[in-house]
């Protein structure tokens, strides 16, 4: 059932990262738009993710603000190198193909190779006395 529940999750986070590149795109689209929508949907996505995982994949309940933002900031810190995984793709992808959509191909491609290693630093690194396996 966790599995099914992470799957979903990631679903709902890249549905989240992609909707706020569109609109970033409609909002801007001159020099270096590409990168700045990936950073904006980044975002959008990382703090839905952030708080579907903590909240119903590792079951962590925040001692406070401070905790709070400190697995938030350590979340983060996980999520830079999957980060690289997905905007490399992404990048690849708009530039290879010379469909518009092209760039959401490799954004799903590369969020989801991301989202199944985030999944392991996670609960090896972030949320480590809040497990339940996979």
Known sequence: MLILKYILFAIISTLFNLLFQYLSFLFYSQTAALYIAMFIGTLAGLIAKYVLDKKFIFYHTSIGKKDDVKKFVLYSFMGVFTT??????????????????????????????GYVIKYFLDKKFVFINNQEVL
């Open 84 to 113: 690289m995984i997905f905007w490399g793709t992404e990048v690849t992808f708009d530039y290879l193909y010379s469909h518009p959509n092209s760039k959401y191909i490799g954004a799903v491609i590369g969020l989801t190779i």
